[in-house]
C-alpha cells in the first residue's frame, strides 16, 4: 500500500492513507478538496516513482495555486526543483532535503528536525529498502545513503516510509538500524542481497515513468482526452 502524509501547521502531522483502485476511480476527489481547500498545497514528492502515477497532477487539477515540488535530481518537471539543503515551508515547521539516492538517483528524504521526524519515500522502508534494479539505482549508493544519512539522524527520530504491506506507518533510526534485515547487514551482504531479488520489473513502469517525469499530469490530460 501507498502511504501519503499530509504534514501542516496546524497538526504535527496528519497520515492519510488511500487505495488505488478507488483514488483512480476518483472517489476520494471531493473529500480531498473539502479537506485542503484554502490552505496552500505543495505536493512534495520524494522521487519519480515506477510502479504508480503520482496524485500531484490531479492535486493540480482540482485545488487552484497548487504546485508540484520535487528534487532536481529526479530528472522530473516540476513547479519547484529542489537542491540539497533546501528548505520546504509548512506552517511555522520546515522539511530539511536530505539527498538519499540509491533506488533511484534522485530520491530524497524530508527531515522535520523540530518534529523529530523523517520522511523516507522509498529508501528506507520498515525493515525493508526500495529495489535498486532500475531509474539508476544501485545497492551500494543506497547502503551509504541510508547509514550516512538516515541513520546518522538521532536515534529517536520516527521514520515515516512510502510504502509498508503490512499495515504499519511508523518505525524509528534506533529499529531500523538494529531490526532491518537488510540494512542491519555488511555493505557486501546487503549488495549480494539486492542483486539476487531476481524481481518482475513493475507493471505499470511503461506508464508511471513518463506520466511521473511530469508530475502526473500526463495522466490528467490523457484522461481528459478520453472524456
Known amino acids: 500500500m501507498r502511504t501519503q ?4 501547521g496546524v497538526a ?22 473539502a479537506l485542503l481547500e484554502g490552505f496552500p498545497v ?14 500531484t497532477g490531479r492535486l493540480k487539477g482540482l485545488l487552484p495555486g497548487c504546485k508540484s515540488v520535487i528534487s532536481r535530481s529526479s530528472g522530473a518537471k516540476a513547479d519547484v526543483l529542489l537542491e540539497p539543503n533546501d528548505q520546504v515551508q509548512f506552517g511555522r515547521h520546515q522539511l530539511r532535503v536530505l539527498p ?10 524530508y527531515v522535520c528536525d523540530e518534529q523529530a521526524i523523517a520522511f523516507t519515500g522509498d529508501a528506507l522502508l520498515i525493515r525493508g529498502c526500495g529495489r535498486t534494479d532500475f531509474q539508476g539505482g544501485s545497492a551500494t549508493i543506497l547502503y551509504k545513503s541510508v547509514h550516512e544519512k538516515i541513520f546518522t539522524l538521532p536515534r529517536n527520530y520516527r521514520l515515516y516510509p512510502a510504502h509498508d504491506y503490512n499495515g504499519r506507518t511508523v518505525t524509528t533510526v534506533a529499529e531500523e538500524e538494529a531490526l532491518n534485515p537488510r540494512l542491519s547487514k555488511s555493505l557486501e551482504e546487503f549488495v549480494r542481497i539486492m542483486n539476487n531479488l531476481n524481481l ?7 506508464k508511471a515513468v513518463p506520466a511521473n517525469k511530469v508530475c502526473g499530469l500526463y495522466e490528467v490530460e490523457e484522461e481528459k482526452g478520453e472524456q
Open 200 to 206: 518482475p520489473y513493475p507493471k505499470m513502469i511503461d
Open 42 to 55: 505543495s505536493p512534495v514528492n520524494t522521487h519519480m516513482h515506477a510502479d504508480h502515477i503520482t496524485g
Open 5 to 8: 502524509y499530509l504534514p501542516s
Open 12 to 33: 504535527n502531522s496528519f497520515a492519510g492513507k488511500r487505495d488505488e483502485r478507488e483514488a483512480r476511480r476518483g472517489r476520494r476527489s471531493d473529500g480531498a478538496r
Open 100 to 109: 538519499t539516492p540509491g533506488h533511484t538517483e534522485g530520491c530524497v528524504t
